[in-house]
């Protein structure tokens, strides 16, 4: 069992940046893949990017690709999230999840066992 805690998060105005990070304790970092996920207002709450347990293979949703990199520091167990050129629709909450050795379809939610409890970004116009 693994504890997930996101931080970075904050007030940002469009075009700007932010770096979420996702810090993991009480499992064995390097056997999980860690994904992105958010939330907006009202919406439900969708991918965003991943990075594989295995590889460090990463993948991304339509809406951030190009804008935003995934990476992993396996020394200091924390994955980040590196987010550019953001625009006023990015802003929500951010959650990172955590699934064991897992190399299926990354972006079902479901298939994600461990949560943060998720981290505001705010981009304004």
């Known amino acids: 069992q693994v504890q997930l805690v996101e931080s970075g998060g904050g007030l940002v105005q469009a075009g700007g940046s932010l770096r979420l990070s996702c810090a993991a304790s009480?499992?064995?970092?390097?056997?999980?893949?860690i994904g992105w996920f958010r939330q907006a207002p009202g919406k439900d709450r969708e991918f965003a990017a991943v990075?594989?347990?295995?590889?460090?293979?990463?993948y991304y949703s339509d809406s951030v690709k190009g804008r935003f990199t995934i990476s992993r520091d396996n020394a200091k167990n924390t994955v980040y999230l590196q987010m550019n050129s953001l625009k006023v629709e990015d802003t929500a909450v951010y959650f990172c999840?955590?699934?064991?050795?897992?190399?299926?379809?990354?972006?079902?939610?479901?298939?994600?066992?461990?949560w943060g409890q998720g981290a505001q970004v705010t981009v304004s116009s």
């Open positions: 009480g499992g064995t970092f390097r056997s999980y893949t």
């Open positions: 990075i594989s347990w295995r590889d460090s293979s990463t």
């Open positions: 999840a955590a699934a064991l050795k897992y190399n299926g379809n990354y972006a079902v939610r479901a298939d994600y066992r461990y």
